[in-house]
């Protein structure tokens, strides 16, 4: 069985278990640390390189490789 759970880091809670589960995907191939972006962080992302007229290669990619997975 596969679970999915969604964990906001914004809290002391939130941002521990993160880095637990960080530390125990590279040291087992069992789980699997997969981070997202929220739609509104994406939206930000792109307002912003729309006012800078251009976003940068390393921003872009780091964008998409987060919306792919």
């Keep these: ?8 880091d914004k809290s002391k809670t939130g941002k521990s278990i993160l880095h637990l589960l960080k530390d125990l995907s590279k040291t087992s191939n069992d789980i699997h640390f997969i981070e997202t972006v929220e739609d509104n962080e994406l939206l930000k992302k792109m307002k912003k390189s729309l006012n800078h007229g251009k976003s940068g290669k390393r921003e872009v990619e780091k964008t998409l490789k987060a919306i792919l997975g």
């Excluded at 069985?1 to 906001?8: W, Y």
């Design 1 to 8: 069985m596969v679970f999915k759970v969604e964990i906001d």
